[in-house]
């Protein structure tokens, strides 16, 4: 089992890095892209015999209080079963 | 009295923070490794500048794990002086130990140079040898100085009077010109409520020498030595 977890900036949160990211995008001819935002993607992987549920609750935890930075930052968790 | 310098692995202001306390102030100072966790005798504890941890993560964000944090959480709350500079800042406001967060510079890069503060709260343990409005020359090196919190951070920080510093142009004008990294209302430094823990992007321990450009950050120093004086006395 794995749980996926996505961190992104808030949407009040300007992305500078995004920015740059987006002007690089639109130099190379790319049209119609309005905007890019950068975030960070974890993948933690679960004993398959743990509790779905209870590994979940577990896992938004860890994403509170480690990978995410609440004051600036948004998170979504996902849980996969078998192999990806 | 007596200072502590906090090293976790990656701090590298750590030898510049420990010669501005033993050389200007002429005041016992120790290395704290991170594991310790004992931080009694100490007055005052310097949370210094760095990479600790790489900055993985984000800068500061592992850090707040070392086992030394939890008893710098109990030292703050008992009104020692806890002292936070550039990645001591950002680890402080990651632990919850100042409000808002420390984001990526506005124009992306790392920034090394000296920049004007203007103090902007002389009533801290940290900066009553100077006066309000005086300005300071202090240099930054951050890539991440961009301070931002939500209008009811601020709100807060300014009616309670924790904006201690803010970047300015020579005259002490606050403009965006003169904002290094894009901070949300050129906040440069704040304290927490009770004011007894102050973080900071410039470094004012390599501000102690006219050789090397200003010794404008030496009075937070001897404020800090003064406001240590006064709390023995009181107790």
């Not at chain 2, 550039?86 to 000296?114: K, S, T, Y």
């Not at chain 2, 807060?156 to 003169?178: M, P």
Request: aromatic share 8%; with cysteine; net charge negative.
């Amino acid at each position: 089992m794995k749980a996926i977890v996505y961190v992104t900036l808030k949407p009040s949160v300007l992305d500078p890095q995004g920015k740059a990211i987006h002007h690089s995008v639109e130099s190379l001819g790319y049209e119609g892209i309005s905007d890019v935002r950068q975030g960070k993607y974890f993948e933690i992987a679960i004993d398959d015999t743990a509790d779905t549920e209870a590994s979940k609750a577990a896992v938004e935890r860890i994403a509170k209080d480690v990978l995410a930075n609440p004051v600036i930052e948004d998170y979504k968790v996902e849980m996969i079963n078998g192999d990806r | 009295m007596k200072f502590g310098v906090v090293v976790f692995p990656g701090s590298n202001c750590d030898h510049d923070a420990y010669h501005a306390v033993s050389k200007y102030l002429g005041q016992p100072v120790d290395f704290i490794w991170h594991k310790e966790t004992d931080l009694s005798g100490y007055d005052a504890v310097i949370v210094p500048g760095g990479f600790s941890y790489g900055d993985y993560l984000r800068a500061g964000a592992l850090a707040r794990f070392s086992p030394v944090m939890r008893s710098l959480r109990n030292f703050a709350a008992a009104g020692k002086y806890v002292f936070g500079i550039c990645n001591g800042f950002q680890i402080l406001c990651e632990a919850g130990l100042l409000p808002g967060a420390l984001m990526r510079n506005a124009g992306l890069h790392f920034v090394c140079r000296h920049v004007n503060l203007r103090v902007e709260n002389e009533n801290t343990p940290f900066t009553s040898q100077y006066a309000n409005g005086s300005v300071l020359s202090i240099p930054i090196a951050h890539a991440e100085g961009n301070y931002t919190c939500d209008d009811a951070t601020l709100n807060a920080l300014e009616e309670n009077g924790q904006i201690v510093f803010r970047y300015s142009d020579a005259e002490g004008e606050i403009s965006d010109e003169a904002n290094p990294n894009g901070a949300r209302s050129n906040i440069a430094g704040i304290c927490n409520q009770d004011r007894n823990v102050l973080g900071m992007m410039p470094h004012p321990e390599r501000a102690c020498e006219e050789l090397l450009g200003s010794n404008d950050g030496r009075g937070m120093f001897s404020s800090l030595a003064v406001s240590i004086t006064r709390q023995s006395m009181l107790q």
